[in-house]
């Protein structure tokens, strides 16, 4: 989306204006594969047994309320920054998150619930 807003200022976005739509439907398509179940599937795999009960409401809550002031931000966001600045913004913070994820967060296939 960023690319789209950048060919946008440059003034060559006017053959491609379907680009926005196709960017926006793989994006909930695979925010709901990926990144809206992590809060889910990470507390489930890595809490221990005895405080996953107690920790689980309280992660949902802490995602639900950052889901909120992200939507609620992006409005003025947008008109600071412009598309071409928000966009990049949520693509390397969802860049430096995938990348944490993928080397700090343990593997859990073929362990047991107590591993």
Do not use: C
């Not at 789209?4 to 006017?14: E, N």
Request: charged letters at 10%; aromatic letters at 20%; zero cysteines.
């Amino acid at each position: 989306m960023a690319g789209y807003f950048l060919l946008g200022d440059l003034g060559m976005a006017d053959s491609i204006r379907w680009l926005p739509l196709l960017i926006l439907v793989l994006y909930f398509i695979l925010f709901n594969i990926g990144l809206s179940s992590l809060v889910w599937v990470v507390t489930a795999e890595i809490l221990p047994t005895e405080i996953r009960d107690q920790i689980i409401p309280f992660a949902i809550l802490v995602s639900s309320i950052l889901w909120f002031l992200v939507t609620f931000f992006f409005h003025s966001m947008f008109v600071t920054f412009g598309g071409l600045g928000i966009f990049l913004f949520y693509a390397l913070i969802s860049l430096f998150f995938s990348v944490t994820s993928f080397f700090f967060l343990p593997e859990t296939s073929g362990k047991s619930q107590e591993e």
